[in-house]
């Protein structure tokens, strides 16, 4: 008896071939298997038991990095009798297969890697099937070495000898080296010379003694310092321009770093996953005086674990260079701060030339190699709501991972939006999300949009049949969009903003037929020109009805207000018929007395239905933020004061729901402003407060209108604590509830919600 079978999803370059082989062998089965455009194929003889087994047996003992989406099995008649098992080269055909993500070392590298009887012991760059680069280092189709950074790393024989063995582990895996013939590291001092000695060894003495170092790592640089280094961590701020952003902490395991962070065993799978993305984590007594200044005026700390073996080797040198792996799960003493090395919010700093002139007064030294980074990946960042992951940031360990659609379609091109801007790449039933992009306000990260969807459709062999964009003309994304639609001579398909946020929460939960969309963020176009970002939308694929939303503020100096928060709190004095205390209150504000006329005249106060400027509004009132110098910082500070309050109960009577459906919060500010005294329960009344209004909203439309499914979108879903409530609210009221979990809730989902919506238009 003869089965053929056709393997799709991620299932090269993960050890795939081997695993068929070794359970081939177990199984007794003879045949072959080889890498095809598509995936894997292989023939399979033997007795019916045996060829029963094989599939439950593949899907269940699949490679760590393996993803299969689809086998296709066929019986067949036996042409002829084959004797063994044979892994046989790769067919031909027009790719359709997937690189995998990068993933951290994996235990079998680690303990290799603090063997000292072990050829590869503390050998930078040690990796395997189951681990290291591969969407960082990869160019194009197909992944083999000759693709990648690696192609002039020739194989030494022994590593030659692993790489062509079945039955070992680096079997055709195409980043493998070691010290003999793979990348070399080395330390620069910050005239450009190389530094002597062990440049681990040396990069931990200078920053145990507050330098900050950069450090070459899988998609990108990092600025490194030690994060209980309060004078270092004030000279990165200073040097960065970072006045309160926070930073994200990396620490040897959770156990190091137990007493200021509060995590649950969720929380703890996630910083041990592969991915190892940043978890943001609840802040506890003592954290911010361990770690001055590290996330300022937040309740939460960004952790990460060691990805790299670099990273682990600063590690194993702190800990005095322990045999074996078991120190791994042990306290260690170094925390670092790892923050991204993108000076003035431009693209990661990738190339060694680059950051020597980049980089150039913001580090004290430089840990480089010779293995170039292909792609820019920034860390994903990601925090638990309800036990589940939810992105703020998608990226390194994710990107290229597809996200199955419900229904194939043509193939899209989605070039998201202007904030936390994302692309999206659509092939058959899948869509592909890039890694973070970022704000489209400066030049370098315009090209890096460019650049990074080239290459993801380099890698994915698609030619785009359309082109989505956001309907907001001036953005860079938008122009591009047209652009590139014009060249390519394909249909360029205009997105309202607020649809696709509902719209990625639809993709990925195949959703079709009518949903009841609440879309809450900070901005984006309405279909009438202006600032919407607190909507209620009746969605069907490609086509949207706006129903309703959140009476309208002023915006005191246009764009400027979201800026500027205590702009915003103005705007809500006005409305309450309290103008007169906008100079008094925000006597600190050179403007408050022209920012008072404007609102009195009307002048440059264009409306916005943004939920995310009543956060603004809030935090301005309580005398949080008045100035941000980061995007959502306000709402995030105000979020941070209201975790300190326990049991707020909602206020009576706070808000109102107009008989055209429209919801005003203008009550909610009146009792914020009543009990302005108590600033840390105000906060958290406040977001009680407001979480029942939306319940309340919600419903309302949703009874009118006969609908049962609601899908919530936008940055403001970002809010844990609203998050938290408006759910349990609307699951009280009978109403089912989809949240943004494969892609973030903010801008960055914005292209698949694009993308899925082009597939649909005609």
Not at 185 to 203: H, K, N, V
Not at 555 to 580: K, N, Q, T
């Amino acid at each position: 008896m003869q089965h053929r079978l056709h393997i799709s999803g991620v299932v090269q370059g993960v050890g795939f071939r081997p695993c068929v082989w070794h359970l081939a062998q177990d199984l007794g089965l003879t045949g072959w298997v080889r890498n095809t455009a598509g995936g894997v194929e292989c023939l399979l003889q033997g007795e019916a038991g045996a060829l029963a087994q094989f599939e439950p047996r593949l899907r269940a003992e699949a490679p760590p990095l393996a993803d299969i989406h689809h086998i296709d099995r066929q019986h067949e008649a036996a042409t002829e009798t084959l004797a063994d098992f044979n892994i046989l080269e790769s067919g031909t055909g027009k790719p359709t297969t997937i690189i995998g993500a990068d993933s951290a070392t994996c235990p079998d590298c680690l303990a290799e890697l603090f063997n000292p009887q072990d050829r590869r012991y503390r050998y930078p760059f040690i990796n395997c099937t189951h681990c290291g680069p591969r969407y960082t280092i990869t160019r194009r189709l197909p992944y083999d070495r000759a693709q990648t950074s690696m192609a002039h790393f020739p194989l030494c024989p022994d590593c030659a000898r692993e790489y062509h063995a079945p039955a070992d582990r680096r079997f055709h895996a195409e980043p493998t080296a070691c010290a003999v013939c793979g990348p070399r590291l080395w330390l620069e001092s910050s005239d450009g010379d190389p530094i002597d000695g062990d440049p681990i060894a040396a990069t931990l003495h200078r920053l145990q003694a507050g330098e900050i170092v950069a450090i070459k790592g899988l998609g990108g640089f990092h600025l490194v310092c030690d994060a209980r280094n309060g004078a270092a961590v004030a000279r990165l701020r200073q040097r960065k321009g970072r006045d309160a952003k926070p930073f994200a902490l990396m620490a040897a395991n959770l156990v190091s770093v137990a007493q200021w962070v509060k995590a649950n065993s969720a929380e703890q799978s996630q910083l041990d996953a592969r991915e190892r993305p940043i978890v943001l984590l609840q802040k506890q007594p003592g954290a911010d005086t361990t770690f001055p200044n590290i996330a300022p005026g937040l309740a939460w700390l960004g952790l990460m674990r060691p990805y790299t073996p670099i990273h682990w080797l600063l590690w194993h040198e702190a800990a005095a260079r322990p045999q074996g792996t078991d120190w791994i799960d042990k306290p260690q003493d170094l925390v670092l701060v790892m923050t991204s090395a993108n000076p003035g919010g431009e693209p990661l700093v990738i190339d060694n030339a680059e950051a020597r002139s980049r980089l150039s007064g913001l580090a004290d030294a430089w840990l480089m190699h010779d293995r170039d980074i292909v792609v820019r990946c920034d860390d994903s960042l990601l925090r638990l709501e309800n036990n589940q992951a939810q992105f703020i940031r998608r990226a390194r360990g994710y990107t290229p991972t597809s996200i199955r659609l419900a229904h194939s379609g043509p193939s899209v091109l989605a070039l998201g939006g202007y904030f936390k801007n994302t692309v999206c790449v659509t092939r058959g039933h899948e869509a592909f999300l890039s890694q973070h992009i970022g704000g489209l306000d400066n030049p370098a990260t315009c090209a890096m949009l460019r650049e990074v969807a080239q290459h993801l459709l380099d890698i994915l062999q698609v030619k785009p049949e359309r082109i989505a964009h956001d309907r907001h003309p001036d953005f860079y994304s938008t122009r591009l969009a047209q652009e590139l639609a014009a060249q390519w001579g394909v249909m360029a398909v205009p997105v309202q903003h607020h649809h696709a946020h509902i719209a990625a929460v639809m993709a990925e939960h195949h959703l079709s037929g009518p949903v009841l969309g609440l879309a809450l963020d900070g901005i984006g176009l309405g279909t009438d020109g202006q600032a919407w970002g607190g909507e209620l939308l009746r969605v069907e694929g490609a086509r949207f009805d706006r129903l309703s939303h959140l009476a309208a503020r002023r915006l005191p100096g246009g764009d400027r207000a979201a800026r500027e928060p205590w702009r915003m709190a103005a705007s809500v004095l006005f409305d309450l018929a309290d103008s007169d205390s906008i100079v008094q209150r925000f006597a600190d504000q050179a403007n408050a007395s022209g920012v008072a006329q404007l609102l009195q005249k009307g002048v440059n106060c264009p409306p916005t239905t943004s939920l995310g400027r009543h956060f603004d509004a809030a935090a301005g009132l309580l005398g949080l933020c008045p100035v941000v110098s980061f995007e959502g910082q306000a709402a995030m500070q105000l979020e941070g004061l209201a975790e300190t309050a326990s049991d707020a109960k909602p206020w009576p009577d706070s808000y109102r729901i107009g008989a055209d459906g429209v919801l005003d919060l203008k009550p909610l500010f009146a009792r914020l402003l009543d009990h302005a005294h108590e600033p840390a329960l105000a906060a958290a009344r406040f977001h009680a407060s407001l979480a029942v209004a939306l319940a309340d909203w919600t419903q309302t439309l949703a009874k009118s209108h006969n609908l049962q499914r609601v899908a919530l979108g936008g940055g403001c879903f970002l809010n844990r604590i609203l998050t938290h409530r408006l759910r349990q609210s609307l699951h009280e009221r009978g109403l089912t509830v989809y949240e943004a979990r494969q892609a973030p809730p903010n801008d960055g989902g914005l292209s698949l919600g694009q993308a899925w919506i082009a597939q649909q238009e005609f």
